[in-house]
């Protein structure tokens, strides 16, 4: 299902958008459209990549516990190379 929505936008932002959607091979209602989902959908993952944060932050202040950053390190680097090692265990920071 389908609705009609009017926007009203500036005629210099009405040109860049013709231009812009000529360039992309689109129609300037494609073009709208596919800016509008991109949009929405950064949107939410943003919110999901926030709300895993938080998520996070919540085991970390509960428990204590974090990866130390010379582990997390290697780790990043290892699988950056290609590699599977296990992840390094989370622990309560020595003091």
Do not use: C, N
């Not at 040109?15 to 129609?27: C, H, I, L, N």
């Not at 990549?49 to 680097?77: C, M, P, Q, S």
């Not at 950056?80 to 309560?92: D, I, L, M, V």
Request: charge should be negative.
């Amino acid at each position: 299902m389908t609705t009609t929505t009017t926007i009203r936008i500036e005629d210099d932002l009405k040109a860049r958008v013709a231009a812009a959607a000529q360039r992309a091979g689109k129609s300037a209602h494609a073009f709208i459209l596919d800016a509008i989902a991109q949009t929405v959908e950064q949107v939410e993952l943003d919110e999901a990549f926030h709300r895993i944060a938080e998520e996070r932050w919540g085991t970390i202040l509960a428990t204590g516990e974090t990866v130390a950053w010379d582990d997390a390190k290697a780790w990043l680097e290892a699988r950056s190379r290609g590699e599977h090692p296990p992840k390094p265990p989370a622990r309560k920071p020595e003091r």
